[in-house]
């Protein structure tokens, strides 16, 4: 199993640590369309969901997963981005159901004004898209795309 062994866990770790720089790519890229351009939620997403497919591939190849360079890297990085696309169609229909119902709560709990509550309601609308792709995106890529790094137990600093 990919999370009892202590390199995968390691792994896993970083992994996360990628991710959370794509989030952060993400939620900049989408705050600075979405509030200083004014662009959709649903268009800004996908701009800022594939800055940071492009910025975890990178990151995921050379120090998640080194040992997958073996793979060429227009293979691997087909294989990635068809995995996140498959995570985009996920990720779309979130952005456009949760973000109307996160609105009018953060207007009508905490009575803030249509700008705090968009802010809000937008961030957190993405916040759980990003969690749930993140998911699907390491036990799929780790499964397939990454396939060729090998299980053993030892941990590799």
């Known amino acids: ?10 792994r896993f770790f970083k992994f996360a640590l990628v991710g959370t720089l ?23 997403g996908t701009i800022s969901f594939t800055c940071a497919v492009i910025s975890n591939f990178v990151w995921n190849r050379f120090w998640t997963y080194p040992e997958s360079r073996s793979r060429p890297l227009l293979n691997q990085l087909g294989m990635f981005f068809l995995v996140n696309l498959a995570g985009i169609v996920i990720r779309i229909p979130i952005l456009h159901y949760l973000e109307p119902p996160l609105l009018r709560f953060f207007e009508g709990l905490f009575h803030a004004t249509y700008n705090t509550a968009e802010f809000y309601a937008k961030n ?30 030892e941990v590799q600093a």
């Open 1 to 10: 199993m990919i999370l009892t062994d202590a390199k995968e866990r390691y």
């Open 124 to 153: 957190l609308t993405l916040a759980v898209a990003v969690g749930i792709v993140m998911l699907w995106n390491f036990f799929v890529n780790r499964h397939w795309t990454y396939n060729d790094v090998d299980h053993s137990n």
């Open 22 to 44: 794509g989030a952060a790519i993400d939620f900049g890229v989408m705050n600075l369309l979405s509030h200083f351009i004014d662009m959709k939620l649903v268009y800004a």
